[in-house]
Nanobody, 115 residues
Framework: QVQLVESGGGLVPPGGSLRLSCAAS????????MSWYRQAPGKERDVVAA????????NYVDSVKGRFTISRDNAKNTVYLQMNSLKPDDTAVYYC????????WGQGTQVTVSS
C-alpha cells in the first residue's frame, strides 16, 4: 500500500520557519522524483519545489527561492521542505508528490502564516 504522509505544518507568525516532512512507503522511494505543491483557498494547486530521485538537482518556484529548501533522505524514505522567512502569502495546504512510473499524492498539511 502506497502512502505519503506529510507532517510539520502549523500556525507560524510572519518571518517564522517550519520544516515539513513527507514519509513515503509502499514504493521504491529512491527511484522517484519528489515535489512539494501547495494550494491556497480558491486557487489551483501549484508546484513549490522539486528534487530529483538522487537528490542532486533541485528547482523552486520564484516566489520561494532563497527562503525554501527541499531535501531528501533516501535511507529514511523521506523528503523535507525547510521554509524560512515565511510570509502570509505562503499560507496553503502543502502536498507531497512522488513522480516516477506512477504518480502519488499525500493528504496534505496546513501551513498558516499569520500574526
Amino acid at each position: 500500500q502506497v502512502q505519503l504522509v506529510e507532517s510539520g505544518g502549523g500556525l507560524v507568525p510572519p518571518g517564522g520557519s517550519l520544516r515539513l516532512s513527507c514519509a513515503a512507503s509502499g514504493f521504491t522511494f529512491s527511484s522517484y522524483a519528489m515535489s512539494w505543491y501547495r494550494q491556497a483557498p480558491g486557487k489551483e494547486r501549484d508546484v513549490v519545489a522539486a528534487i530529483t530521485s538522487a537528490g542532486d538537482i533541485t528547482n523552486y518556484v520564484d516566489s520561494v527561492k532563497g527562503r525554501f529548501t527541499i531535501s531528501r533522505d533516501n535511507a529514511k524514505n523521506t523528503v523535507y521542505l525547510q521554509m524560512n522567512s515565511l510570509k502570509p502569502d505562503d499560507t496553503a495546504v502543502y502536498y507531497c508528490n512522488a513522480r516516477g512510473r506512477y504518480r502519488y499524492w499525500g493528504q496534505g498539511t496546513q501551513v498558516t502564516v499569520s500574526s
